[in-house]
């Protein structure tokens, strides 16, 4: 009874859509469904350099003699600066992607420093030496769709220089 009532309300290309997902459910759920793993996989693994290299830089900082007890962020950045390579080396899996992007990217050392502020990465691996929990540092969303944003906004005016040219 619900059903032709609603039928009708779609109209012709609802009801014609409507019958697609019908005929091809089971494939459309497939897709839909690798893709949603796919992108959780590619934000784990996210979080995990972002971890792997806090632990890193603490490990670095601590058993640096240059450091002694006079840790500072610029001081860990300087001294012992950020393994970006040792991450890419040591994650399993070729993409990366912020929790809430639609897109994944490929894992480069490009990408994660767009996508992580050294500065960030410096404090947590000092809250790290400190005791705090690694398993509670997450690397902050919105600084990283901010950064993406002014990237491509540099991008789009670098292109529109080039075409006035």
């Known amino acids: 009874m619900v059903g032709p009532f609603l039928e009708a309300l779609m109209g012709d290309i609802g009801r014609a859509i ?4 019908q005929d091809n459910a089971l494939m459309i759920n497939v897709v839909v469904l690798t893709y949603g793993l796919f992108m959780f996989v590619a934000w784990n693994n996210l979080l995990r350099i972002y971890r792997f290299l806090i ?3 603490a490990k670095g900082a ?3 003699e240059e450091l002694n007890r006079k840790k500072s962020n610029k001081k860990i950045r300087k001294i012992i600066g950020i393994p970006w390579e040792k991450a890419i080396e040591t994650s399993p899996f070729p993409y990366i992607a912020r929790i809430g992007a639609i897109v994944p990217k490929r894992k480069t050392i ?18 790290a ?14 600084e990283m769709l901010q950064r993406e944003m ?11 220089k080039e075409q006035k040219e």
């Open 18 to 21: 409507l019958y697609f997902y």
């Open 55 to 57: 632990v890193e830089m």
């Open 62 to 64: 601590h058993t640096s």
């Open 110 to 127: 490009e990408n994660l420093q767009l996508l992580f502020d050294e500065k960030d990465l410096a404090d947590k691996a000092l809250k």
């Open 129 to 142: 030496i400190q005791g705090a929990k690694i398993q509670k540092m997450m690397p902050s969303n919105r």
């Open 150 to 160: 002014d990237r491509r906004k540099e991008k789009q005016v670098a292109k529109d």
